[in-house]
Each structure stands twice: as C-alpha cells, then as structure tokens.
C-alpha cells in the first residue's frame, strides 16, 4: 500500500529529482569544503544538482556530522526529501562484535540476535540508517578472505543465523530510532568464486544454487530484511546485477522481495568489464531493467537515464518504480517525519560503547571460540601457573576483524593486558611480527619461555589480511610463526596455541606441536576478557566450526554435506586395498577439523534418544528426544547437533545435512532431556525440475556433537 505522502511526491518530483534518488554518493561528496569544484563531483563530471538530488549516501556517521550533512542537504531539496544514510555496520559500530564467522560459530541465534540488535542501537544513534548486512553468502573456500563476512558452509545454520541478524538490526516493523534497515547480500553466490579468488567467475548450477547458496537469502528475505545488494560475480554466466532471471524471476517474483534492490560499489559499470555492456549507458540499460533501485557510485544512473527515459516510457516508467520503493523505504525510516530520526550526542555518547554492550560483546567472543584440541586437559590453566605468553598477536589491539571501520585497535585491550587481571605470573615476549622475524628476539622469546611452567602462543594473521580483497594461495601460519613455534615445542612444556584468524588456516602442524589449540577467530573490543576466561576457565568454550578445516589447501573445497559419489571410501582399511575410489593418493579425504566439531570442558554423552514417531508427513514433524549427560566434575556446555540423510532421492543428496542444533549447559554430573523437531518442507529438496519439494521414502536421522555423527535411526517421509 502506497501512503499518499509517497503519492503526492512522485507526482510532483521531477524525472531528474526521481533519477536522483537511484544515486547513491560516497561520504566524500558531501563532507570537505570544495567537493563540487575541483572534488569528487568533478572528477565524476556530476554537476552540484547531481549532489543535491542523490537519494542516498554511504559512508557517513556520527550524530553531529549527519546533522549537519542532512541539514545542508535538506536546504538543497526542493521537496524535503531527506538524505539516506547508509554503512557497513556488518558485526558492530564502535562496540565490536566477533566476525560474523565466529558469531555463526557460536550455534546460537541469540548470540548473532544480540550483537545486531547492540550494533543497531549504536549506529541508529550515530545516524546511520541501513546497515550492509548480514552477509549471507555460503562459504567453503578458506582463500577468499571474505569467509570472515560469513556465518559458513551450511545451508540452515546461515538460514538460522541470517534470520537472527535482520530480526535483531531491524526489530519489529515500523522500524523504531534504534533500529536500521538490514541489507541482505550479496545477491548472489558471491561466496563461490573459482579458486577462492576475490570477484573471479562463479560458475554453478541453478540446481546448487537452489539448494546449497539460495536458502540464507530466502531466510533474511522472509524475514523482512528491507534491502537487497547485488553481488560482483556472474551467476549462471551473466553479471549479477543485470541477471534478469536472478533479480526479476528469482528475487522479485519467487522470494517476493518488494523491497529496495542497491548495486555493489560500481557493480553496475563493472559490467563493462565482465564484457556484457558496450559502455556505461548500455550498462545503465540493463541494470534498470534488472530491476536495480539504487546505483552505488558507477554514475551510470546519474549520467544516462534521463536521456533514456526521454526516448523510452519503459525506462521511464522503471525510474517511477525504483523512485517509489526508495521513497517507501524513507517513510519506513520515519525521515519524512523526522529526517534527523532523534539524532543527538548525548544519546550518541549514551548509547555507544556502555558496559552492556561491551559485556555483550564479550558474552559472544566467548560463545564463539572454538577448542580444537586439549589433550591431557592441558586447559583450563591454574591462574597460579607461571606462563609464558608469546606470538605476534598477545600484544596488540589488532583482534577486531575486518569491516570495523568504528572499531579501535588502539583502544582495544590486548589479551596480555586481558590475562594480567586473572594471572599472577607471567611474561610476555611477542618473539616474532606476523611476517617478519628478528631471530634474537625469537630466542629471547623461547629462551624466557624455558622458566615458565606454561607456554601460550598467540599466532595468526593481522585485520588487513582478512576480508575485501584479501584472497591467498597459502592458508599455512606464516613460516616466521611456525618457526617460534617450533622452538616453543622443543621446550617439552605444555604448549597451548591461541589462533587469531578470519578464515579457516591449514593447522595441521599447529595441532601436531601444541597440546591444545583454541581458536579465537577476530574476538572484537573484549576478545581478550573473553580468551582470559577461557583459559581460566571462568567460561567453558562452547564455539563449534561453522566452516571445515583442511588438512591443507589442496582439499579445497572440503565441507561436510558432500554428495556420496559413484565410488566413496568406507573409510576403513579396506580403502587402503583399492585404488579405484573417489580419495587422494597423498592425503586423507577427511578434514583436520570438521563442521560443527569444537571441544568443551565437559565430558558430554547422549545417553539416550528416541523418534516420537518414526513416520514424518506434513502434520507430524520429525521429533526428538535426547538425554545428555555431563559426567565431568565441572561445569560444560556443548552443541547437540541433528543431521538428516535421505537414502534414495531423484537427485543426488547430501551424506547428511544438518536440521536442527541446540545448546545445552549442564553442571558437573548433570542430565538434561532436550526436544529437537524438523518439520516435513524443512526436509525438502531441489529436483531436476528445480522445484523444492519433499520426498516420500527412507531416511536416517544422526544426532551428535558433530557432522562425523554416527548414531543414526531410521525414518520414513510420507505425503499424509
Ligand atoms: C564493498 C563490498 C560491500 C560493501 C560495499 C560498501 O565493495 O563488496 O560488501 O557493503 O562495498 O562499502
């Protein structure tokens, strides 16, 4: 339903002042004194109307500055209509968040709910607007840096997790002042370019596509996510953001998405390049008639729709729909009642960085952490434990991860700052830089080590070396890293290893020369508090992998719900007998770590699980109960964790898919009974046809604490 606001505004607008609002400028535009005369405006041969007619801006923040842009701006607009503000708030504002990996590592919505709902709150009082985020796109290629945007390899846990994010940035629509409209991207299957390098071809079918990469975007979109951005890659072998097929049959029309559609940065003049525009008019042509609302700094709108709509009413009568959706989605803000949204610096200054979001923060970092390995429970350490702490990473603030433009390293404690409160005795010698390595200092490091009891290394790679444009042939620790840590092992102390990373690293030698091995992932503003108590103990790591981890690159790509293949291993030694099987003569075909694998502290078994009914159809539900138990002397938590398989079906299926997961904290000696369901279309499948449907016939239901889960039952799927 369009309000009469919305009517009586496109009615008088102008084509121009409507093309306006599909411009969407950087903060640079509008920030500095001389942006119209020799700036960016020049350079992009806009003229000062262009500036002043744009619908949107990205970049901008903080209260006093949005004030004053809008302010400015609003002097300029003929109708009032007020600018849109929009930034990357992806996993924080200026409290920082663990990477959204790590978040979907933590196998709880709540936690991804919280730290969108904290960021929304922070960044709504800085003026931001609409967030670019959650990022969505499935992962399973370690080499592109951008898994660290991601919630993983699976399906439904980004369905899970996607859902949670718009929920928590946006609230209940109308959107309230501390909430922003999520933008859900990047539409679509950004995250599956060849070879894990950044913005290179992907090339999958429509039936994968349906049934691995869609779901997440389906879940955010179902959930009400208010914006969509278009992605740089190609998809079924034509550009994204001039896919009809992908934005007009699949996003429009099948995922009844009607709200605004935003191109990547240039995404719309990158088409040139990918060779399916002659020039930027050609490639405005195309992208309008894709259906993209907003042009993200290519200037193609700006430069070519007028002349187009004068020649052509369909374009025309495009720039009225694109017009309108951006003007809905301003009423939806409330701009046009109050385009400053309460905007003050008090309520900036109170609502940013208090306890309770950095308290939330760090609730996350610890959720989110993963133990890999702890042998002879080398953790948690006596916090009477003289310790060495050694690395490139136990010094520095440089743990919040990219895309935290708001964050300060600076002013972000360091986990030896962090450690200090709760152990009394140690040193801390870095040893070595992330690449480079000074070798007296490396012996100093292992030479004070030696009259320590404990030695904990912080190892792993810097912010710059993680997301955009970050793609790497080598996922190894850097040689200078692994060198210290080799002299660490020849000590003969307990060596536990603390990794710093934003994507999944080949930990194979870590794992080999460290008793334990946690995984720390980019932990945000209190990820030291956080690794503090871990290690002590406090808190009992409950993260589990949200992504696979090789035992080195050339698995790649490697993830759990892989399809069984003509001639798959058995995976006992009858393997070794013949040759003729889908494996690798140099490797195993297993990964070092698996999805959903993560320790605790605790000791958990499931001592019992039953079907409520062993028939699943529309109505009945697949239903669970399962026991567990925690016959440890202390406190744990875990992940229970249901995964399906069915047995025959009209296309190839996955060895198993996860369904349902669930956290459960237990006390020393404790038993709890959990219900885990699935419902009968949660079963369903993409068929050749490309419909989702669910299939009659035999399935195995597996519950475990991770996706090597072997316990199984059977079931079957009935239509009634
Ligand atoms: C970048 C990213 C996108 C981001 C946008 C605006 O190139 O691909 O995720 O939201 O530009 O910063």
């Known amino acids: 339903?369009?309000?009469?606001?919305?009517?009586?505004?496109?009615?008088?607008?102008?084509?121009?002042?409507?093309?306006?609002?599909?411009?969407?400028?950087?903060?640079?535009f509008f920030q500095g004194d001389n942006v119209a005369i020799?700036?960016?405006?020049?350079?992009?041969?806009?003229?000062?109307?262009?500036?002043?007619?744009?619908?949107?801006?990205?970049?901008?923040?903080?209260?006093?500055?949005?004030?004053?842009?809008?302010?400015?701006?609003?002097?300029?607009?003929?109708?009032?209509?007020?600018?849109?503000?929009?930034a990357d708030v992806v996993h924080g504002y200026k409290t920082i968040f663990p990477i959204p990996l790590a978040?979907?590592?933590?196998?709880?919505?709540?936690?991804?709910?919280?730290?969108?709902?904290?960021?929304?709150?922070?960044?709504?009082?800085?003026?931001?607007?609409?967030?670019?985020?959650?990022?969505?796109?499935?992962?399973?290629?370690?080499?592109?840096?951008?898994?660290?945007?991601?919630?993983?390899?699976?399906?439904?846990?980004?369905?899970?997790?996607?859902?949670?994010?718009?929920?928590?940035?946006?609230?209940?629509?109308?959107?309230?002042?501390?909430?922003?409209?999520?933008?859900?991207?990047?539409?679509?299957?950004?995250?599956?370019?060849?070879?894990?390098?950044?913005?290179?071809?992907?090339?999958i079918s429509e039936w994968r596509f349906r049934e691995q990469y869609l779901p997440a975007y389906a879940a955010a979109i179902e959930a009400q996510a208010l914006l969509v951005m278009t992605s740089f890659n190609t998809l079924f072998g034509v550009p994204a953001t001039v896919n009809q097929h992908l934005m007009r049959d699949i996003l429009r029309d099948e995922l009844q998405f009607h709200g605004v559609l935003?191109?990547?940065?240039?995404?719309?003049?990158?088409?040139?390049?990918?060779?399916?525009?002659?020039?930027?008019?050609?490639?405005?042509?195309?992208?309008?008639?894709?259906?993209?609302?907003?042009?993200?700094?290519?200037?193609?709108?700006?430069?070519?729709?007028?002349?187009?709509?004068?020649?052509?009413?369909?374009?025309?009568?495009?720039?009225?729909?694109?017009?309108?959706?951006?003007?809905?989605?301003?009423?939806?803000?409330?701009?046009?009642?109050?385009?400053?949204?309460?905007?003050?610096?008090?309520?900036?200054?109170?609502?940013?960085l208090t306890t309770e979001n950095l308290d939330a923060a760090q609730v996350a970092a610890e959720q989110s952490m993963v133990l890999l390995k702890n042998s002879h429970h080398t953790l948690p350490l006596n916090t009477a434990t003289a310790i060495s702490l050694v690395g490139p990473v136990a010094d520095t603030g440089d743990i919040l991860g990219s895309w935290s433009w708001q964050g300060d390293p600076d002013q972000t404690e360091t986990i030896a700052d962090a450690l200090a409160k709760q152990f009394s005795n140690f040193t801390v010698m870095p040893g070595t830089q992330y690449?480079?390595?000074?070798?007296?200092?490396?012996?100093?490091?292992v030479n004070a080590s030696r009259q320590q009891e404990t030695i904990v290394a912080v190892l792993g790679l810097p912010a710059s070396e993680s997301g955009e444009a970050t793609s790497m042939t080598d996922i190894t620790l850097p040689a200078e890293q692994l060198t210290l840590l080799r002299g660490l092992a020849q000590l003969n102390k307990p060596l536990v290893t603390i990794v710093i990373t934003g994507r999944p690293l080949d930990l194979t030698e870590v794992d080999a020369l460290s008793d334990a091995v946690l995984l720390a992932w980019f932990p945000g503003s209190r990820g030291g508090a956080a690794i503090a108590n871990v290690l002590s103990g406090r808190v009992d790591p409950s993260g589990r992998l949200p992504m696979t981890f090789p035992r080195n690159i050339g698995q790649v790509p490697i993830y759990y719900n892989a399809y069984n293949t003509?001639?798959?291993?058995?995976?006992?030694?009858?393997?070794?007998?013949?040759?003729?099987?889908?494996?690798?003569?140099?490797?195993?075909?297993?990964?070092?770590?698996?999805?959903?694998?993560?320790?605790?502290?605790?000791?958990?078994?499931?001592?019992?699980?039953?079907?409520?009914?062993?028939?699943?159809?529309?109505?009945?539900?697949?239903?669970?109960?399962?026991?567990?138990?925690?016959?440890?002397?202390?406190?744990g938590t875990t992940v229970v964790q249901l995964y399906t398989h069915q047995q025959v079906g009209e296309t190839?299926?996955?060895?198993?898919?996860?369904?349902?997961?669930?956290?459960?904290?237990?006390?020393?000696?404790?038993?709890?009974?959990?219900?885990?369901?699935?419902?009968?279309?949660?079963?369903?499948?993409?068929?050749?046809?490309?419909h989702r449907s669910t299939d009659q016939g035999d399935y195995t239901v597996m519950l475990g604490f991770d996706s090597t889960c072997t316990a199984s039952q059977p079931f079957t799927v009935a239509h009634q």
């Open 1 to 28: 339903m369009v309000s009469k606001n919305v009517q009586d505004l496109m009615e008088k607008m102008t084509i121009q002042e409507k093309i306006g609002q599909l411009i969407q400028l950087s903060a640079d």
């Open 435 to 445: 690449h480079h390595v000074q070798f007296s200092k490396l012996n100093d490091a």
């Open 262 to 352: 935003i191109s990547d940065w240039d995404a719309i003049g990158e088409i040139i390049h990918h060779g399916v525009a002659g020039d930027l008019q050609h490639a405005a042509d195309l992208a309008l008639k894709a259906g993209v609302d907003i042009d993200m700094m290519s200037f193609a709108y700006a430069k070519y729709l007028a002349k187009a709509a004068s020649l052509d009413p369909q374009i025309e009568q495009l720039i009225n729909e694109s017009a309108q959706r951006i003007l809905i989605l301003k009423e939806q803000l409330g701009l046009f009642t109050d385009p400053y949204r309460g905007l003050s610096t008090e309520r900036e200054t109170e609502a940013t």
């Open 566 to 635: 003509g001639r798959p291993i058995s995976g006992t030694p009858a393997d070794d007998e013949n040759k003729y099987l889908s494996k690798y003569i140099d490797a195993a075909n297993s990964p070092l770590y698996p999805f959903g694998f993560g320790l605790s502290y605790g000791d958990f078994t499931i001592t019992d699980w039953t079907l409520s009914q062993h028939n699943v159809t529309p109505d009945q539900p697949l239903t669970i109960q399962a026991t567990i138990h925690n016959s440890a002397d202390h406190a």
């Open 103 to 203: 978040l979907g590592a933590s196998f709880d919505p709540q936690v991804m709910k919280t730290a969108s709902v904290t960021a929304a709150k922070e960044s709504a009082a800085g003026g931001v607007h609409v967030t670019f985020a959650p990022m969505v796109d499935l992962v399973r290629d370690p080499r592109w840096g951008r898994v660290m945007e991601s919630t993983g390899e699976d399906p439904y846990l980004n369905s899970v997790m996607a859902k949670a994010a718009v929920t928590g940035f946006q609230g209940t629509l109308p959107l309230d002042q501390n909430h922003i409209a999520a933008c859900v991207k990047h539409f679509a299957a950004y995250g599956a370019p060849e070879a894990g390098r950044e913005y290179n071809t992907v090339d």
């Open 652 to 690: 190839v299926q996955p060895v198993k898919q996860l369904q349902a997961f669930k956290k459960v904290s237990l006390g020393a000696d404790q038993t709890q009974t959990i219900t885990l369901t699935v419902p009968y279309d949660q079963l369903s499948t993409i068929h050749s046809d490309l």
């Open 38 to 86: 020799t700036g960016p405006l020049k350079e992009a041969h806009l003229g000062e109307a262009a500036l002043y007619s744009a619908g949107s801006v990205l970049g901008i923040s903080g209260a006093q500055t949005v004030r004053k842009v809008q302010k400015n701006y609003l002097k300029h607009s003929r109708l009032g209509i007020p600018l849109l503000f929009m």
